[in-house]
């Protein structure tokens, strides 16, 4: 088994967050009622005509500047002809021969340093409506919202070689893709998803193997799991003495297995020619090269300055950076509360944490780094300790507002009176007059044992640094 290479290469789709639709100016957005975001051109009434929205450009530009593509100054939109449901044109427009980018790459981290993962190239299209299938047998539903949503394509060239650099590459478009905000990337809702395309070749061999396809993929989960499976399946078909037939591959989530769905079609199946309806895409030098000044900081120079300005340890500037969302909500918090370390440690444990019990992504974090902030500081102006900000934190999650309203409100401010302190410390020693001779006997576990009931009487209000030392100063009298 271990003398095969795996060999993959991803066709990934990026919804772009423009406003309006590609061509035509319905709005965009997520969730709305089933056909109220059609008008007739997206609806493929005859005689309308498409007109091409210039953001669509500019952001696909943005995305080839972002990964090192060459930009095209000549392109055009071609018809990808197929008949599906959910296409009322019979045709979906999109880019063939020329499209707006080719020959970039994006670096991955793999266990052997750095790798370049080239990318063919980076068109736009338009994407399909969706099928509403009926769960009680009543059949299909079209609803044509998505119809005329614009996107990116991004090709890659077939060097990835693992799930796990698969996954490191998307986890890179996407981290790319946020941060220059082309697209909101939030794949539980289709705004990214892949085409995997897997073969499997002896080592030491030159050429590739036939691949198969699997199609619509947006959970990392399920991407590394269908190419380990997919992988294993055409090795074992080669062992046996079979080939490998060239097809589009469903994954099934729940038995943890390929389907066949139909033959692979090839580009002449599709019968492209260029749109009539549509102008050639021209772009002057001066365009590119505004673009590429309005490009914001990368993941990767982002993740260098906190480095060397914030001192982060390597792990912890690679999550970090990783996510636009997470570094925004960083350095705003970091400038307000002047404490970055706690910040660092608050984004890496608590916050991470949370996000990974609930399924949320760094985007859904409601609470703003202004809030975070000043969570911050209230611990280190010693107002609340740290387990009540922990509580705070989960407030903030659920319903964000201001964490010095939230401590008032819930009554969670520290106690640090010395009076109160004593008056717990005096009663906890009179419950507990066997710990106070086993402490006395040089038992260190008694203390933490007292300071751990006073605790629980005050619901951890009580400043745990005043109850270690008075603890201390009592039984020593
Ligand atoms: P399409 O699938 O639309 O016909 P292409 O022929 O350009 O488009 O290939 C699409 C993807 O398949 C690319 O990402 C490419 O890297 C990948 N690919 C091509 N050949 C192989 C192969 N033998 N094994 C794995 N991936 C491949
Ligand atoms: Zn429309
Ligand atoms: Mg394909």
Redesign the pocket.
Same mark, same amino acid.
Request: no cysteine; net charge negative.
């Given at each position: 088994m271990s003398d095969y290479e795996t060999?993959?290469?991803? *066709?990934v789709h990026a919804e772009l967050s423009t406003k309006t639709k590609i061509f035509c100016s319905c709005p965009t957005s997520f969730g709305a009622d089933p056909n109220t975001h059609t008008c007739p051109i997206c609806m493929a009434m005859p005689g309308t005509l498409p007109v091409l929205n210039e953001k669509v450009v500019e952001y696909a530009v943005k995305a080839g500047l972002a990964t090192n593509c060459e930009i095209s100054r000549n392109s055009k939109n071609d018809r990808k002809n197929y008949f599906y449901p959910d296409l009322p044109k019979s045709y979906q427009i999109s880019q063939f021969d020329k499209p707006l980018c080719e020959h970039g790459y994006v670096e991955i981290d793999t266990e052997e340093g750095k790798k370049k993962i080239r990318l063919?190239r980076i068109h736009i299209e338009e994407d399909a409506g969706k099928l509403n299938h009926d769960e009680f047998g009543g059949g299909s539903l079209v609803d044509l919202n998505r119809a005329g949503v614009p996107l990116i394509e991004i090709? /890659? *060239?077939?060097?990835l070689r693992s799930s796990q650099e698969v996954e490191q590459y998307l986890r890179k478009i996407k981290s790319i893709l946020e941060y220059i905000e082309v697209s909101d990337c939030k794949m539980q809702e289709g705004s990214l998803r892949a085409?995997v395309?897997? /073969?499997v070749r002896k080592k030491g061999e030159t050429k590739?193997?036939?691949?198969t *396809?699997m199609k619509n993929m947006n959970s990392f989960r399920s991407i590394v799991r269908a190419i380990e499976y997919e992988a294993n399946r055409q090795i074992d078909v080669l062992e046996e003495g079979g080939i490998v037939e060239q097809e589009t591959l469903r994954w099934d989530e729940v038995s943890g297995k390929t389907f066949s769905m139909r033959d692979?079609e090839?580009?002449q199946d599709y019968r492209y020619f260029p749109d009539p309806d549509l102008v050639a895409i021209k772009l002057s030098d001066e365009y590119i090269e505004n673009i590429k000044k309005g490009l914001p900081e990368l993941p990767e120079t982002r993740k260098k300055r906190y480095l060397e300005e914030y001192h982060l340890s390597e792990k912890d500037a690679n999550i970090i950076s990783s996510s636009k969302y997470l570094a925004d909500l960083f350095e705003k918090a970091s400038a307000i509360c002047n404490n970055p370390k706690a910040v660092n440690n608050w984004i890496i444990s608590d916050i991470s944490r949370i996000l990974n019990e609930t399924e949320k992504e760094p985007i859904d974090i409601s609470f703003d780094s202004n809030q975070l902030g000043k969570l911050v500081l209230l611990i280190d102006k010693g107002t609340i300790s740290s387990s009540i900000a922990k509580k705070v934190l989960t407030e903030l999650f659920e319903n964000p507002r201001d964490p010095e309203e939230i401590i008032k409100e819930k009554g969670w401010i520290q106690i640090s009176d010395e009076g109160a302190i004593k008056e717990v410390v005096l009663k906890v020693l009179e419950e507990n007059p066997q710990s106070i001779s086993d402490y006395k006997s040089g038992k260190d576990k008694a203390l933490g044992f007292l300071v751990g009931q006073a605790m629980k009487q005050t619901k951890g209000q009580a400043n745990p640094q005043m109850l270690n030392k008075m603890f201390i100063e009592e039984m020593n009298k």
């Open positions: 060999v993959i290469g991803l *066709e063919l090709v /890659s *060239e077939p060097d085409d395309n897997v /073969s590739f193997g036939t691949r *396809e692979k090839d580009a």
